[in-house]
């Protein structure tokens, strides 16, 4: 560890500080966890406008240093307080893999994962449109499909041969299907996979609801 951390995560059950909760607890990092109200939007208060001006969750401040995006925190703890196993290092042979589905997990998926969310159970039911989520719901089956091919295939991790910050990206998208239960039709190694991977301890504390 390179240096002594002050790390308060900004979070809200459910959502993507999941993540940066879950790679906290697998790399024995002190935080102090402050809750974010998430009931309604935009998250919490004004006050905490002054850490995230957009008043989404997560946020992680590190001191004096504010850092936004559930993978870009990711990537800052892993950066500022490793070496840690739960990365792969350029000199690794998956390096490549391990930066693809790492991002994959966000960028590749979320734009049909929110319309499927949005229009099956956020949106009020007079502005859902049953064509965007039927869009969607082909589109998110699309990326499993993906994903269960050329990610997971018969592998016990998504990278390497160990849990990653690449498997908490992917599994995080898993668990946001599963709450909307869009999951049930995933192919059965991509089930498999998440059930080994949230059998960790560390995902019990990141995913409970205090």
């Not at 607890?25 to 995230?52: K, N, S």
């Not at 930066?99 to 009020?124: D, R």
């Not at 994903?147 to 995080?172: K, P």
Request: proline share 5%; glycine share 6%; hydrophobic share 40%.
């Amino acid at each position: 560890m390179s240096r002594k951390p002050d790390l308060t995560l900004f979070h809200a059950p459910q959502t993507r500080s999941i993540r940066v909760r879950w790679l906290l607890e697998e790399m024995q990092l002190p935080y102090h966890l402050q809750t974010v109200q998430f009931a309604t939007r935009p998250a919490g208060d004004e006050t905490y406008g002054l850490i995230h001006p957009l008043r989404k969750v997560p946020a992680l401040q590190d001191g004096d240093e504010v850092v936004l995006d559930s993978i870009a925190i990711m990537q800052y703890l892993l950066g500022c307080y490793g070496p840690s196993a739960c990365e792969i290092r350029p000199d690794e042979a998956d390096y490549g893999r391990y930066l693809h589905w790492l991002n994959f997990g966000e960028s590749g998926m979320t734009m049909a994962v929110s319309l499927l969310l949005a229009h099956t159970q956020l949106l009020p039911e007079g502005k859902r449109d049953p064509n965007l989520a039927a869009w969607a719901r082909h589109e998110t089956g699309k990326l499993l499909g993906f994903a269960s091919e050329h990610g997971i295939a018969d592998r016990e991790f998504i990278a390497g041969d160990r849990f990653t910050a690449a498997d908490i990206s992917m599994i995080y998208m898993f668990y946001l299907l599963k709450l909307i239960r869009e999951f049930g039709d995933a192919p059965d190694n991509l089930k498999a996979y998440f059930d080994r991977m949230t059998a960790r301890e560390s995902w019990a504390i990141a995913s409970s609801r205090d």
